[in-house]
């Protein structure tokens, strides 16, 4: 159900949950303050209780409302990023956050978004925990009508219209004395290198006995469908595949459009992978012959994990 901008506030104020519009995707938000709002959230995407929230701030200056000191460089992160699709996990003054927003950790992952809408609800309920607006395990929420599909035609959905990037925030953790990527997402590892002087690597949960980002462990953006990955593809294919606009695929093969540039894919990625769902479309291929660089890196790992 569509609501007006007053009508979220007021929700969010009496403890309600509301989907709310971001430029990456729809937040599932709640008062960081109201913790049965929060249980609601868990309860709601049928979340495990061992994944932290982001927590969204109207400005940059509030984490330190937070926090004791912040690690180094994060001014410059904040400057270059905020308001956008970047989120910061730091260390935090753990009695100031509600144990189950952060998964009983010592730190907390926060965001500036930039979306209008977005903005305008923070600074009039103060800081808000917004996951991402999905069941657990499903694809994100790119427009009103995906919250929907997830938690039915009466949910309170802000209406932002579709989301400009389409994919998650990129996460950062300050660990052994550098900045690391613990989840990839609208920005680019590259984007980082004229700000931070170096391209953070990508941490991958195997290589920590503690997961660096516990959201990470679990199946995700997946549809019904079973996916196949292809790098390259066979002349006599035959099947729904999911390919890019410029490419020629074999004669037996119905394509469904992902876009061409990144930018294009990325944001009509989940709607597709939701699409094929509505479609009743049970297997597809997916052309991953596709650049190790740039966006394209986010959009492999996340078709990497659709089709796990
Ligand atoms: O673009 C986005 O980031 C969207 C919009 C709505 O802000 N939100 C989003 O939230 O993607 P969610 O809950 O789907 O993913 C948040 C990720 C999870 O993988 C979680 O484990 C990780 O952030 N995270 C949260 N707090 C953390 C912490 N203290 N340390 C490490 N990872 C954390
Ligand atoms: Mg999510």
Same mark, same amino acid.
């Given at each position: 159900?569509?609501?007006?901008?007053?009508?979220?506030?007021?929700?969010?104020?009496?403890?309600?949950?509301?989907?709310?519009?971001?430029?990456?995707?729809?937040?599932?938000?709640?008062?960081?303050?109201?913790?049965?709002?929060?249980?609601?959230? $868990?309860?709601?995407?049928?979340?495990?209780?061992?994944?932290?929230?982001?927590?969204?701030?109207? *400005?940059?200056?509030?984490? /330190?409302?937070?926090?004791?000191?912040?690690?180094?460089? $994060?001014? @410059?992160?904040?400057?270059?990023?905020?308001?956008?699709?970047?989120?910061?996990?730091?260390?935090?003054?753990? +009695?100031?956050?509600?144990?189950?927003?952060?998964?009983?950790?010592?730190?907390?992952?926060? /965001?500036?978004?930039?979306?209008?809408?977005?903005?305008?609800?923070?600074?009039?309920?103060? !800081?808000?925990?917004? =996951?991402?607006?999905? @069941?657990?395990?499903?694809?994100?929420? &790119?427009?009103?009508?995906?919250?929907?599909?997830?938690?039915?035609?009466?949910?309170?959905?802000? *209406?932002?219209?579709?989301?400009?990037?389409?994919?998650?925030?990129?996460?950062?953790?300050?660990?052994? *004395?550098?900045?690391?990527?613990?989840?990839?997402?609208?920005?680019? !590892?590259?984007?980082?290198?004229?700000?931070?002087? #170096?391209?953070?690597?990508?941490?991958?949960?195997? +290589?920590?006995?503690?997961?660096?980002?516990?959201?990470?462990?679990? /199946?995700?953006?997946?549809?019904?469908?079973?996916?196949?990955?292809?790098?390259?593809?066979?002349?006599?294919?035959?099947?729904?595949?999911?390919? #890019?606009?410029?490419? %020629?695929? =074999?004669?037996?093969?119905?394509?469904? =459009?992902?876009?061409?540039?990144?930018?294009?894919?990325?944001?009509?990625?989940?709607?597709?992978?939701?699409? %094929?769902?509505? +479609?009743?479309?049970?297997?597809? #291929?997916?052309?991953?012959?596709? !650049?190790?660089?740039?966006?394209?890196? &986010?959009?492999?790992? /996340?078709?990497?994990?659709?089709?796990?």
């Amino acid at each position: 159900m569509l609501i007006s901008l007053s009508e979220a506030i007021r929700l969010l104020s009496s403890g309600e949950v509301v989907a709310i519009p971001t430029e990456t995707v729809y937040g599932l938000a709640a008062a960081l303050n109201s913790p049965q709002a929060i249980d609601k959230v $868990f309860d709601l995407k049928k979340r495990p209780q061992n994944n932290p929230l982001i927590i969204h701030l109207a *400005n940059a200056s509030k984490i /330190r409302d937070f926090v004791s000191a912040l690690p180094p460089g $994060f001014d @410059l992160l904040a400057d270059a990023f905020w308001p956008g699709p970047l989120t910061i996990v730091v260390p935090v003054r753990t +009695e100031l956050i509600p144990e189950k927003a952060r998964a009983h950790l010592t730190t907390a992952a926060f /965001r500036v978004s930039s979306h209008p809408l977005a903005k305008a609800v923070i600074e009039k309920t103060g !800081p808000l925990v917004m =996951p991402s607006a999905n @069941l657990s395990g499903r694809p994100s929420s &790119t427009s009103p009508i995906h919250v929907e599909e997830d938690f039915g035609p009466s949910f309170p959905v802000l *209406n932002g219209g579709p989301c400009d990037k389409g994919l998650e925030s990129t996460i950062l953790i300050f660990t052994d *004395n550098h900045w690391q990527i613990i989840r990839l997402g609208s920005i680019s !590892p590259e984007e980082f290198k004229s700000v931070l002087g #170096y391209i953070p690597d990508v941490a991958t949960t195997a +290589e920590h006995k503690v997961p660096l980002c516990p959201g990470q462990l679990y /199946r995700h953006y997946a549809p019904k469908a079973k996916l196949t990955l292809l790098s390259m593809i066979p002349s006599d294919l035959k099947g729904v595949i999911l390919g #890019y606009t410029s490419r %020629i695929y =074999p004669p037996g093969c119905q394509v469904v =459009p992902l876009g061409n540039t990144p930018a294009a894919v990325a944001e009509s990625l989940y709607h597709v992978l939701r699409l %094929i769902d509505l +479609e009743g479309i049970t297997h597809a #291929y997916v052309d991953l012959d596709i !650049p190790q660089e740039g966006l394209w890196l &986010t959009i492999m790992e /996340r078709l990497k994990k659709a089709s796990s």
